[in-house]
């Protein structure tokens, strides 16, 4: 969309929150830009009436331009007027300020009693308030900039020319970049333009502000140029500035909640959940019209024959992550494609694959991973497998787990994931155990022994090996080819002690000899693993997550059961 189609939406959507607020509101909004205005002003003068005073006791005279216009003024007055006078902005400023805060949280609280709706989101009533001050500040800021700019024309209309030529041209150039980041290609650019915008505007402020400064240097250079005036000028553009940027960061935030702004402001208008500028940049990219030019940038940069593959899309469960599975003569590929301004996802499913290549029995081998045309991608070698059908998925889960207990990762892989994130053992500290106390039925005497033993069921559990725990077996992830299984993704990635992953009953359904046997041969740092130790393990992601959900009774019955396990474990 064009700049110029933004400001004209944002114009229509302003003057349709106002014409709102204004019925609601009438007297707290129209109150509410005055006092807006006064408490602007006065924020100024609280600075450069204080300022005079004390130039003035410093100079020990009256200034010869004041007593040009008083010639009885005397010094004990002028320092008797700037001091009432700072006294009386100061008061103005204060009070200004705690009546439109009060005006606010009234027009606030009106407007969604009005509303009539159940509770939307947290917070509504401060939103609500600030909602409604923006809109009086808005407001407030285009009377500044307009009275301001036609005053400054008045001063010196030479200097507020040039002043509006360049603010036409410095729009017009944004328009012109803004345009260029409509292309898909630019949606990174675009994110970051969007996120820099507050240093934009500083940046253009600023060289406005510097080239009216310097062509009033030029102006005292070349004729008798009016002092008075001129520290007029400076100190009108540099809050003109400050004023147009407060409304237009104004203006942005009312555009971007529009949706919630709506829902609040218009009972006829029901709340519907928005999706951010990247997210809808990056799954318009994915449409069938824009898909080919990524996969073209894509096949460039790789030098692989994408083009002559047939590509499907493949669901995934996980946002923002695109994934397409490739077939020619009997030959899969998997292209992931992610955002690049969120590569979070990209980032771990790279490490993974590069790490685990040709040696873990559920990865696939990365061909190419890169950025292009703004996305960042990755493609994995074939064969991707089918999807598990729902009869067999108990039994591939269990072999995903096994497969995954079994494989002894490298020591630096396991040292940079056991850094990243906490273990289950390690979320389970002393202070959110005693919450259990709340529980209605506790056993007192099982909790106390849960809390002595709890540093001894630590250092027992910090002794068993660590596994890769991809932990996303949802079944979409999970494929299966004649002689292996893939997971697709590896972005959802921990350290975690051996056990984890699987219930103590379904543990408890597998064959202990061939459980054992399988990790013990698998893995050298395994061979003293009990089926004991991966009951308790497996025990405690359950406990835990009562705990976090604030279940206590449900944790607090699981803490016979876990004694139990810690006992047989620890003895």
């Not at 062509?215 to 005036?229: A, C, G, R, S």
């Not at 030019?293 to 096949?299: D, H, K, M, N, T």
């Not at 994934?323 to 690049?340: A, H």
Request: proline share 3%.
């Amino acid at each position: 969309m064009h700049l110029n189609q933004l400001t004209g939406r944002y114009i229509s959507w302003l003057s349709t929150l106002t014409g709102k607020v204004q019925k609601l509101c009438f007297w707290d909004l129209y109150a509410s830009i005055f006092l807006f205005l006064i408490n602007q002003v006065t924020q100024v003068l609280v600075v450069f009436v204080p300022l005079k005073l004390l130039v003035i006791i410093g100079s020990g005279s009256v200034p010869g331009f004041i007593q040009q216009f008083v010639p009885t003024l005397t010094y004990e007055d002028m320092i008797t007027y700037l001091a009432l006078g700072a006294g009386l902005v100061y008061f103005l400023y204060i009070v200004s300020d705690v009546i439109l805060t009060r005006r606010a949280a009234a027009a606030g609280k009106h407007i969604i009693r009005h509303a009539n709706k159940v509770s939307l989101f947290d917070k509504q009533e401060d939103f609500t308030k600030d909602v409604f001050t923006r809109v009086a500040r808005s407001w407030g800021g285009y009377i500044m900039v307009v009275g301001g700019m036609a005053l400054g024309f008045l001063l010196d209309w030479r200097l507020y020319l040039v002043l509006t030529v360049l603010m036409v041209l410095q729009y017009v150039g944004v328009g012109l970049v803004w345009q260029r980041l409509q292309r898909p290609e630019n949606i990174a650019k675009r994110a970051e333009f969007i996120t820099r915008r507050p240093f934009l505007l500083s940046t253009l402020s600023a060289i406005n502000f510097a080239v009216v400064f310097l062509m009033m240097v030029y102006f005292f250079l070349t004729e008798d140029y009016n002092f008075l005036i001129a520290i007029a000028i400076i100190l009108l553009t540099r809050q003109v500035m400050i004023r147009f940027n407060l409304a237009i960061s104004d203006g942005f935030f009312l555009f971007q909640q529009e949706a919630k702004i709506s829902a609040l402001f218009f009972s006829e208008v029901k709340l519907q959940q928005q999706v951010g500028h990247e997210d809808k940049s990056f799954i318009e990219l994915l449409l069938p019209a824009q898909r080919g030019q990524v996969f073209s940038a894509i096949e460039r940069d790789t030098g692989l024959p994408l083009a002559q593959y047939a590509w499907q899309w493949n669901d995934t469960g996980i946002r923002n992550v695109a994934s397409f599975i490739g077939q020619r003569d009997g030959n899969e590929l998997l292209l992931k494609i992610y955002p690049v301004k969120q590569e979070k996802n990209f980032l771990s499913d790279q490490l993974m694959l590069q790490e685990l290549a040709d040696s873990h029995p559920l990865a696939m081998n990365m061909l190419a991973h890169g950025e292009t045309f703004g996305v960042l991608y990755l493609i994995a070698e074939g064969p991707v497998g089918e999807l598990v059908p729902g009869a067999e998925r108990a039994q591939v889960v269990n072999e995903v787990r096994l497969k995954s207990w079994a494989y002894e990762p490298d020591d630096s892989l396991l040292d940079r994931l056991s850094r990243s994130a906490p273990m289950v053992h390690e979320r389970l500290d002393a202070d959110k155990v005693a919450l259990l106390a709340i529980a209605d039925d506790i056993d007192t005497e099982a909790l106390s022994e849960f809390e002595q033993r709890l540093p001894e069921l630590v250092t027992h559990i910090d002794q068993l090996p660590l596994f890769i725990w991809n932990r996303n077996i949802a079944p979409a992830n999970i494929r299966k080819t004649d002689d292996k299984l893939n997971l697709l993704h590896w972005q959802n990635v921990i350290a975690e002690p051996i056990g984890m992953g699987a219930s103590p009953a379904e543990i408890a359904k597998m064959d202990a000899d061939e459980l054992l046997s399988a990790i013990h041969e698998g893995r050298k740092d395994a061979k003293h693993v009990r089926v004991c130790d991966l009951m308790l393990v497996a025990a405690l992601p359950a406990f835990e997550g009562a705990l976090n959900a604030q279940n206590f009774n449900a944790a607090a019955a699981q803490l016979g059961n876990l004694n139990k396990l810690i006992n047989e474990c620890l003895q």
